[in-house]
């Protein structure tokens, strides 16, 4: 890892592919072959866009994180993001989220403060998931989905399985 010149105080792996249009703030790591601002896979707006990344987030490696098309993809802050995650245009990642590994968030998704995605769970596009969720491993969370915040689900589709006491 190393200091790039382009994003001081940061530690960014040599590999990591970041296009323009990326602000990224101070204290992150971001790990091996992770793409960041590519354009969106959003057929007819495929151009790049902008993507914000705040303060001490820790990106693995191999993680993509699109472009947004119409606002900015936007990851806050102390977040964990893990290995072959994707984070879709326009999505918003708020403070202190876990993405597991190959978790999905499609674009415009919203999630919320203190939330944890398991492995390989997936996020519809334009779905939000309140604050202090956990979604469990392989899950998918749709549109016809109704969550509430500090909830624990999981399932194909999501269930309701109980309070997430871990706040």
Do not use: W
Request: hydrophobic residues 35%; positive net charge; glycine residues 14%.
């Amino acid at each position: 890892m190393e200091n790039n010149k382009r994003f001081p105080n940061n530690d960014i792996h040599p590999t990591a592919i970041i296009y323009d249009g990326v602000e990224i703030g101070t204290g992150n790591i971001i790990g091996a072959y992770c793409i960041i601002g590519a354009p969106a896979e959003c057929k007819g707006k495929e151009k790049s866009g902008l993507v914000y990344i705040g303060n001490n987030n820790v990106i693995t490696g191999l993680v993509t994180i699109d472009s947004g098309t119409d606002a900015r993809t936007l990851i806050y802050n102390n977040c964990y993001i893990m290995k072959h995650a994707h984070i879709g245009h326009d999505a918003c990642i708020g403070n202190d989220v876990t993405l597991s590994c190959g978790s999905k968030i499609g674009g415009h998704a919203l999630i919320g403060h203190k939330c944890n995605i398991g492995l390989n769970a997936v996020i519809h596009q334009r779905v939000g998931i309140p604050e202090g969720c956990m979604i469990g491993a392989s899950a998918f969370v749709g549109k016809k989905s109704k969550l509430e915040a500090f909830q624990k689900y999981a399932g194909v589709p999501v269930r309701h399985l109980g309070e997430n006491i871990k706040k």
